[in-house]
């Protein structure tokens, strides 16, 4: 018998790249400003401001993270039509040590991300979940990217991540001591979605 194939077939497409450059120090005073007015998340805290990316001081980053944004649909999804990507609402995460964010999605958006501003490479990490059903539940006995129900990046600072906003993900308890600073955002298309002839057409201006 000639060796099996193994197919891995339906992926959940997760981009991980880095922004490849330091924080202006416009950026950083504007992030410090924003842990004045802070509100209480599940966990941690999340700035008030829930449109950081639409602030002057945060111009240049959001134009690198539509970059990023684009390359996904781009390259990954591939759309028949032009779209074009726009960052709806985006906020500040501030999780301190013995901290934690809760497991959710993001409702109301195509695609979300997250940009960190501080973090640390061997303690720090973002866990994403595999919420199907499964009417027959084999435990393995080594986890792979198959039989899986959950699995976790580490990530640093200057690192984004970008992934379908219906997947759950999470946050665990930090290990490390300093503040994990991060920035949340989620994402909508403008132009034409779907093919009228199939009953899906949705136009966006």
Do not use: C
């Amino acid at each position: 018998m000639n060796e099996p194939i193994l197919h891995g077939i339906f992926p959940t497409p997760i981009l991980i790249a880095n922004i490849g450059r330091e924080f202006t120090d416009k950026e950083k005073k504007f992030i410090d400003l924003q842990k004045k007015s802070t509100i209480k998340n599940e966990g941690n805290i999340t700035s008030v401001d829930n449109y950081v990316m639409m602030n002057k001081q945060m111009e240049k980053l959001h134009k690198d993270l539509l970059i990023l944004i684009n390359y996904y649909i781009d390259k990954i999804i591939i759309p028949s039509e032009d779209v074009t990507p726009y960052i709806t609402q985006s906020w500040l995460n501030w999780t301190e040590k013995n901290q934690y964010h809760h497991k959710h999605s993001h409702p109301n958006s195509f695609l979300s991300g997250v940009l960190y501003i501080s973090a640390e490479e061997n303690k720090d990490k973002i866990t994403f979940f595999n919420d199907e059903y499964e009417q027959i539940k084999l435990y393995p006995k080594e986890w792979n990217l198959y039989n899986s129900n959950s699995w976790f990046f580490n990530i640093k600072q200057g690192d984004i991540i970008i992934f379908p906003s219906s997947l759950s993900h999470m946050v665990q308890q930090t290990e490390g001591d300093d503040t994990r600073i991060s920035l949340s955002f989620n994402t909508f298309l403008k132009g034409k979605i779907g093919i009228a002839s199939k009953l899906t057409e949705l136009l966006n201006p």
